[in-house]
C-alpha cells in the first residue's frame, strides 16, 4: 500500500487527485495540505511514504520544502506536479531532492504511474520533459544568468515576479525585510539589473514565479 500526502491549495485540483487516486486499490491518501506550514505538519507525522506537492503553494515555496523534507524525512519520496515545462524547474527541484517530476498536462493514468515509480525508488520525470532536461544536465550550454542563484536567491526573484514587496517576501519566507533587501541587491548584481522593474520583468520573462 502506497500512504499519499496531497499538497495543492485549489480545492477542485484536490478533489480531482483524490477522485484519480481513489481508482487505485494500492494508494491510500493519508493527508491533505494547502499551504507549507501543513505540508511540513503532515511529513513530521510517521505513516507516508510519497508526498504529491504543488510547486506553487502560499507559505514556504516548493525549493524550501524539498530541502527541509529531505533534511529530516529523507525516507518519504516527493513528487513534484507543475504547469511549468522549463528545465530550470525540474533541474532545482531534483536537486533539492525531489524524486519526481510531473507536469499537470498528463493522463491520471500517468500520475498513477509517477506515484508507483518514486515510491519504487525510481526517479521520474514526465517524458515530455526528459530530453530537455538531459541536455540541460550534460551541457551549459545557453545557460541563462538565472542558473547562477542559490535556490533562496531564486525563490526571491520568483516572488518579486509574483508581485510582491519586500514585507510581503519577508513573511511569506519568515524573514527580515532587510535580508530580503541582501537578497534582492545580491540577484540584481548577478543577473545585472537596476530595478524592481527590471527584476519583475526578467522574472516574467523567464517564467519563474512562486
Do not use: W
Not at 9 to 24: C, M, S
Not at 148 to 175: F, H, M, N, P, W
Not at 182 to 199: C, D, F, P, V, W
Amino acid at each position: 500500500m502506497i500512504r499519499l500526502i496531497i499538497a495543492d491549495d485549489h480545492p477542485v485540483v484536490r478533489e480531482g487527485l483524490k477522485r484519480i487516486i481513489a481508482n487505485y486499490k494500492d494508494i491510500q491518501l493519508v493527508g491533505e495540505a494547502v499551504n507549507g506550514d501543513e505540508v511540513l505538519a503532515l511529513c513530521a507525522k510517521p505513516g507516508a511514504d510519497v508526498l504529491l506537492l504543488d510547486i506553487s503553494m502560499p507559505g514556504l515555496g516548493f525549493l524550501e520544502i524539498l530541502h527541509r523534507i529531505e533534511a529530516k524525512h529523507p525516507m518519504l519520496r516527493t513528487l513534484v506536479l507543475s504547469i511549468h515545462t522549463e528545465s530550470h524547474y525540474v533541474i532545482r527541484a531534483i536537486k533539492a531532492g525531489a524524486a519526481g517530476y510531473l507536469t499537470k498536462n498528463h493522463s491520471p493514468e500517468e500520475l498513477a504511474h509517477a506515484i508507483h515509480q518514486v515510491h519504487a525508488g525510481n526517479s521520474y520525470v514526465s517524458p515530455s520533459l526528459a530530453d530537455t532536461l538531459v541536455t540541460a544536465l550534460q551541457t551549459n550550454k545557453g545557460a541563462q544568468p538565472h542558473q547562477q542563484l542559490s535556490d533562496r536567491e531564486y525563490q526571491v526573484l520568483g516572488l518579486i515576479g509574483s508581485g510582491k514587496d519586500t514585507s510581503g517576501i519577508a513573511e511569506a519566507l519568515s524573514l527580515s525585510p532587510k535580508t530580503i533587501g541582501t537578497y534582492r541587491a545580491r540577484i540584481q548584481m548577478k543577473l545585472g539589473l537596476k530595478s524592481t522593474a527590471e527584476l519583475i520583468r526578467y522574472a516574467l520573462d523567464n517564467k519563474i514565479t512562486e
